[in-house]
């Protein structure tokens, strides 16, 4: 399945770096924006990773 057509939902709760990641490039709609920011937000620092981790997963996330 192509990731722009999956749901950001389903990897919302992943203690997965690649999924937070991922989660950020996936469909979601213009409104829900906000949720998926505050979600991808909340992952990263249950993940406690490294700078250089973190700041690489951070690069997917989408500027507003």
């Not at 690649?18 to 709609?29: G, I, P, R, T, V």
């Amino acid at each position: 399945m192509e990731l722009g057509k999956m749901n950001w939902h389903a990897f919302m709760h992943s203690n997965n770096p690649a999924s937070a990641a991922l989660m950020s490039k996936m469909n979601y709609k213009k409104k829900e924006r906000v949720a998926v920011r505050l979600a991808f937000l909340r992952q990263m620092a249950g993940l406690q990773l490294d700078e250089a981790r973190s700041s690489m997963i951070n690069g997917f996330l989408k500027p507003i």
